[in-house]
């Protein structure tokens, strides 16, 4: 089995895949996230992958030197390499059939010979003008391309050949597109489809069978931002509400000390957890913590530049690790310079005063440093919980914001 990925300029395949995708000249700009259909995931009008139009995507060749210049070079290259590998089975197959007749070597001298006067005497121009045409045709054949039998249409030579099998070519000297163009360069046909198009035409690659399918990842930064949530804020809230149930379960002030601790732990989890995630993945981010994370200000010799960048993302997991994510002078400080968030500051002291609370309950068994015992109620677990939900969904909306960037 298997999942496919294509690209489509205008409604016309230029290229597909299995298992795998290439980006070609589309960028992360062009990505798609839109799920019309949520009860559906094949539903043909959900899309994840790359969108662009015509013009940009013409551009981009244009930039690397394809245009009808270099397709019409294409062109001429294979066509002669078509033609040489033509007139060379045409003498194997005539020297077989004068040796031993049969029917095949007799049919084969005849097929060669009549496509070989097809492509010797047609030139670039005529081939463009009609690849079109012999598309727009392609479906009134599909029992001929299935059974890979000749076509023949009444004094129209080469549409005739181009939407029949190649006799008398080498697979390997078939090129992109086969019989429909004479080209090697999936760019050079790009630029056929391009010519027949207008600017604002849609130009596609489709992934959504991979992502289905398990072999790509969905586009993570896409989907969080359609839903105005990351995952770890969505792990956060689902540990809060799971605690706001225990909280409302009963009212015990064990129980109620036990939940306040763990309400400040889930807000020190999402904070570990975005800032490893974003330092790992994204180079931008990943300079800047290096540049303001002190365990990193030491000088690195030249000859241990590249040790020291293998090493790199390991020392990074470890430092992260390191750090006390209750201490709100460091985060707030890391999350300012490195990930470019502002924690409310109408909002410190009180978080302050919970995380100090909650290493009392931790480390001094829920008593304060004269020993008298901290008295957490339900409203207290209430009140944190809507605090820390305000703060993180505030950074939480920051992170958001900067997924989407091009820059790295």
Known sequence: MGSYAEIKINGNELIDWKNTYDEWYFTKADRVRHIANKEDKYDPENIIGYRTNVATLRRRLQLTGNDLKSVECDFNDTRSIWIQNMKDMLLLYQEDKESKYDQFRSEMVDRITSQLEIVKNTSFHDWKKAVPIALKMSDNYTEQAI?????????????????????????????????????????????????????????????????????????????????????????????????????????????????????????????????????????????????????????????????????????????????SFHNLDTVTGLYKNVLLCEFPKDKISKLDTAINIRHDIVHRNGKKTDGSLIMVSQQDVVNLIELVQYIIKEIDYQIIDGLLDNVE
């Open 147 to 323: 059974m890979n039998r000749d076509v023949y249409i009444p004094d129209e030579p080469l549409l005739s050949l181009m939407l029949s099998p190649l006799a008398g070519v080498y697979d390997h000297s078939l090129g992109f597109m086969g019989s429909t163009f004479p080209c090697t360069y999936v760019e050079s046909y790009a630029i056929i489809l391009f010519d027949m198009c207008n600017d604002d035409d849609l130009c596609e690659l489709n992934i959504s069978d991979l992502v289905h399918g398990g072999w790509v990842d969905d586009f993570e930064d896409i989907a969080q931002t359609q839903a105005g949530i990351t995952v770890f804020h969505e792990h956060f809230k689902q540990s809060l509400d799971e605690l706001s149930t225990l909280n409302n379960s009963s009212e015990n002030k064990t129980l109620q000390r036990m939940i306040f601790a763990t309400a400040i732990s889930t807000v020190e989890a999402y904070l570990s957890d975005t800032m490893k995630k974003q330092v790992l993945n994204r180079h931008a981010i990943k300079r800047r913590f290096v540049k303001h994370f002190k365990s990193f200000n030491k000088n690195v010799k030249e000859s241990g530049v590249f040790e020291f960048l293998d090493t790199l993302d390991e020392r990074l997991n470890e430092e992260i690790d390191k750090i």
